[in-house]
């Protein structure tokens, strides 16, 4: 494990000018300078009111975060604020955050123990506290570290290019990058492609949220992937893929032969494995 570079001071591009909202997820909101990322946790609040929505929206309208979206979150934490937390507060949405923030926390721990200085992850810095303007209601926001920014999820990466071969270079970057996880004994349960990231010919991960070093639990995982009859609709693959049939056979089958039990644990190290294992 090597240690986040530590700087004196924030890079000045940070604190240059405001810097740019670039993506969300359900517990973080990332923004942006040209070179850097830093992540905001999301509050309580925030996280049940997107737990809420997902609940109540069709699919479609929450695959893309957008403005309206946004406003929809900020206008029903008021209404949270005003009705009875027994009301909208189901034990549910409870086990949902629950299962999230834990999940999230075990992730970065790991990420940090055997992740951090490998080529998987992109670059952390750190620096003394540092107010840095943030767009959106926020206005400021203080800071200790940063990422290295990536040219692009590798969702939003495939969903670009036009070449067959390239993409299908791409999706056995991303096989290869999930087994070099393995070897380390690290899975990812929450393996979306917004969830990595592109650097140069290098796919990196860019949510620690979600990896787990338990057997039993990547066993479950796996129990379910057995099921999934495409997993390139799965991954959210379904529209990039459609004009490419064969590619998405190919990568259905090669997903297939190494996201299975016989083959994480091939790679999975034998010190790691719980008593659950076997
Ligand atoms: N280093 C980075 N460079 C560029 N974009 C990033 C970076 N890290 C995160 N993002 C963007 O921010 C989004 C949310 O970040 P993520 O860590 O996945 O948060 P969450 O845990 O809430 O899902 C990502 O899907 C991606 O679009
Ligand atoms: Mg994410």
């Keep these: 494990m090597a240690a986040p570079r530590v700087l004196l001071h924030a890079p000045p591009e940070l604190t240059a000018g405001r810097l740019k909202r670039?993506?969300?997820?359900?517990?973080?909101?990332?923004?942006?300078?040209?070179?850097?990322?830093?992540?905001?946790?999301?509050?309580p609040s925030e996280i049940v009111a997107l737990i809420l929505l997902w609940k109540i929206l069709p699919r479609p309208l929450l695959t893309r975060p957008s403005r309206p979206l946004r406003l929809l979150r900020v206008c029903l934490q008021?209404?949270?604020r005003i009705v009875p937390a027994s009301v909208w507060l189901s034990a549910h949405v409870k086990e949902v955050w629950r299962i999230y923030s834990t999940r999230d926390r075990r992730g970065e721990r790991l990420a940090r123990q055997h992740l951090e200085g490998t080529p998987l992850v992109p670059e952390v810095i750190t620096f003394p506290p540092t107010e840095v303007h943030v767009g959106g209601f926020l206005g400021c926001?203080?800071?200790?570290?940063?990422?290295?920014?990536?040219?692009?999820t590798l969702h939003d990466h495939l969903s670009k290019l036009r070449d067959p071969e390239e993409i299908h270079r791409w999706l056995n970057r991303f096989l290869d990058l999930r087994q070099s996880g393995w070897q380390r004994g690290?899975?990812?349960?929450?393996?979306?492609?917004?969830?990595?990231?592109?650097?140069?010919?290098?796919i990196v991960l860019l949510d620690?949220?979600?990896?787990?070093?338990?057997?039993?639990?990547?066993?479950?995982?796996?129990?379910?992937?057995?099921v999934v009859a495409q997993p390139?609709?799965?991954?959210?693959?379904?529209?990039?893929?459609?004009?490419?049939?064969?590619?998405?056979?190919?990568?259905?089958?090669?997903?297939?032969?190494i996201v299975n039990r016989e083959s994480v644990l091939r790679h999975w190290p034998q010190t790691s494995l719980s008593a659950t294992a076997e």
């Design 22 to 43: 670039l993506g969300e997820g359900i517990g973080k909101v990332v923004y942006a300078s040209e070179h850097w990322v830093i992540k905001r946790p999301r509050t």
């Design 78 to 80: 008021a209404v949270m």
């Design 141 to 152: 926001l203080t800071v200790t570290e940063a990422t290295a920014r990536v040219e692009n």
């Design 186 to 202: 690290l899975f990812s349960l929450d393996a979306h492609l917004k969830n990595f990231g592109v650097a140069g010919d290098r």
């Design 208 to 226: 620690s949220g979600g990896l787990t070093d338990q057997w039993d639990e990547v066993h479950e995982r796996l129990v379910f992937e057995e």
């Design 232 to 257: 390139h609709v799965q991954l959210g693959l379904g529209p990039v893929l459609a004009a490419h049939p064969r590619i998405a056979n190919d990568f259905d089958q090669r997903w297939k032969e």
